[in-house]
């Protein structure tokens, strides 16, 4: 690398992970830049949801390197240490599917939950900036309410707010919308588009391509644990060179 290029945001080599005999990465590589979108897109099973797991430290994969830019390398091909993991989950904050909000918590509570106890940030600092946040997603008004009383796109909204009250260098988002009502997918979309429009750097896996095409700047294909394609959103989602990469977006844009 030249003195005038500089390197990616994160960097993944050779990310490998089974579960018992199945094998579920067989050999990942990826590179986002800061402030790109990379869209994650494939069948079920085929692996992208394992790899976010692996660059939050929520897995441990079996082999293959993940570094971001301002922390080590932490290669898992070799015995790692506690802090080498906590070193990814300090730079990434995960969106899940299924909300994970603590349901004993009010709104605000479930905000401030990781700035406080795990990142030991002032409490009155970490209210303020929690409040913020939550207007600006149109829920200021719900942050003494407590999860059931939420539909399922505001409990989504509220995941995305608690992923940035960290403060992370990456967002990454698993089928943000994948179990909410079709009428409450705008909303969430619409949040997600904005802090693409505002610079932050997000790994997102989707079955939303419309959105993945608006959003994102690289959409990596993924089948059986590996990358099959990946390009531009145009050339992938419109255009795809691969027979399986094909059929995908075929079945995907045309389900009946």
Known sequence: ?????????????????????????????LAVEPGEVLALIGPSGSGKTT?????????????????????????????????????????????????????????????????VTVQKRKRADAVAEAEQLLERVGLGAKKAAYPHELSGGQQQRVGIVRALALKPSLLLFDEPTSALDPELVGDVLTVIKELAEEGWTMVLVTHELAFAREVADEVV????????????????????????????????????
């Not at 003195?3 to 579960?19: C, G, I, N």
């Not at 390398?73 to 299924?98: H, N, P």
């Not at 691969?242 to 059929?247: A, G």
């Open 1 to 29: 690398m030249s003195p005038t290029e500089s390197a990616p945001m994160l960097r993944v080599s050779d990310l490998q992970k089974s579960f018992g005999d199945h094998q579920v990465l067989r050999s990942i590589d």
């Open 51 to 115: 790899v976010l797991r692996c660059l939050n430290g929520l897995e441990h994969p079996d082999g293959g390197n993940v570094a971001f830019a301002s922390g080590p390398v932490v290669d898992f091909s070799a015995k790692t240490t506690k802090r080498q993991r906590d070193s990814l989950r300090t730079r990434s904050a995960m969106v899940f599917q299924s909300y994970n909000l603590f349901p004993h918590m009010t709104v605000l509570q479930n905000v401030i939950e990781g700035p």
């Open 221 to 256: 294909f993924m089948d059986g644990g590996v990358v099959v394609e990946r390009g531009h959103p145009d050339q992938v989602l419109r255009e795809p060179r691969e027979d399986r990469t094909r059929q995908f977006v075929h079945r995907l844009l045309n389900p009946f």
